[in-house]
């Protein structure tokens, strides 16, 4: 009797199985993009000086980021929004491609200290990036901007992904005349803020001062959806 239960069980369960596994389902993969004017910039800059001493060239790029970092602070910069990211000191070179076989000698040394500065009030940006080169910046890596709340942007993004996902789907059922069922899962990637591809003026800096121009900004939600169809 035992035998027999066993092997009703096993059966069923085989059944079961065989019923998934040929369960029919739809699966499509959309992307959501909302755009908004940028309320934030982030600015990489530095200073590097060479000089025959060590000591010597550390100091004179210590001394160009001290002033930097004192007008930031007047102009109402934040501390949390400053932050060293490099700093560094090595030797220069000379006779390194000398034809004549002679090693190469140790002539100086360049010492940099690169910082990087969150600007959340847009008016300033150009104003700011005069004053930092005024104080001594004397290279600058990159300039970004973003929104400092960037969670509405992407539960945008992430609805019109979602919408765009839902209509293919049944855009594919009704091609193959076939009913869409309920949504199965759901898996998400969300990119991070980009430069929106049609950048219109946004003048961030109409005081004097480096000009900028912020445009818009973009983020993006990509979703893949999958479907049951329905009997």
């Given at each position: 009797?035992?035998?027999?239960?066993?092997?009703?069980?096993?059966?069923?369960?085989?059944?079961?199985?065989?019923?998934?596994?040929?369960?029919?389902?739809?699966?499509?993969?959309?992307?959501?993009?909302?755009?908004?004017?940028?309320?934030?910039?982030?600015?990489?800059?530095?200073?590097?000086?060479?000089?025959?001493?060590?000591?010597?060239?550390?100091?004179?790029?210590?001394?160009?980021?001290?002033?930097?970092?004192?007008?930031?602070?007047?102009?109402?910069?934040?501390?949390?929004?400053?932050?060293?990211?490099?700093?560094?000191?090595?030797?220069?070179?000379?006779?390194?491609?000398?034809?004549?076989?002679?090693?190469?000698?140790?002539?100086?040394?360049?010492?940099?200290?690169?910082?990087?500065?969150?600007?959340?009030?847009?008016?300033?940006?150009?104003?700011?990036?005069?004053?930092v080169i005024q104080d001594?910046?004397?290279?600058?890596?990159?300039?970004?901007?973003?929104?400092q709340d960037p969670k509405?942007?992407?539960?945008?993004?992430?609805?019109?992904?979602?919408?765009?996902?839902?209509?293919?789907?049944?855009?594919?059922?009704?091609?193959?005349?076939?009913?869409?069922?309920?949504?199965?899962?759901?898996?998400?990637?969300?990119?991070?803020?980009?430069?929106?591809?049609?950048?219109?003026?946004?003048?961030?800096?109409?005081?004097?001062?480096?000009?900028?121009?912020?445009?818009?900004?973009?983020?993006?939600?990509?979703?893949t959806m999958e479907f049951?169809?329905?009997?």
């Open positions: 009797m035992k035998k027999y239960a066993f092997l009703a069980a096993l059966m069923a369960a085989t059944a079961a199985g065989m019923a998934h596994a040929e369960e029919r389902r739809i699966t499509v993969d959309a992307l959501g993009t909302a755009l908004a004017v940028p309320d934030m910039a982030t600015i990489t800059l530095g200073v590097t000086h060479e000089d025959a001493e060590a000591a010597d060239a550390m100091q004179a790029t210590s001394d160009a980021v001290s002033a930097i970092l004192a007008r930031l602070e007047q102009m109402g910069i934040e501390a949390r929004d400053v932050q060293t990211r490099d700093l560094s000191l090595s030797p220069v070179w000379s006779g390194r491609n000398n034809p004549n076989g002679d090693r190469p000698e140790i002539s100086g040394f360049s010492a940099s200290n690169r910082v990087f500065v969150r600007v959340r009030d847009l008016t300033q940006l150009g104003a700011v990036m005069d004053a001594g910046a004397n290279d600058f890596g990159g300039l970004s901007f973003g929104v509405p942007l992407e539960a945008q993004a992430r609805a019109k992904a979602v919408a765009e996902a839902t209509a293919k789907a049944e855009q594919l059922a009704q091609a193959a005349s076939l009913t869409l069922g309920p949504v199965q899962q759901i898996n998400e990637h969300v990119g991070g803020i980009r430069p929106a591809a049609q950048m219109r003026e946004f003048k961030v800096a109409d005081s004097a001062g480096v000009p900028v121009a912020g445009g818009e900004i973009s983020v993006s939600v990509n979703v049951a169809i329905s009997e």
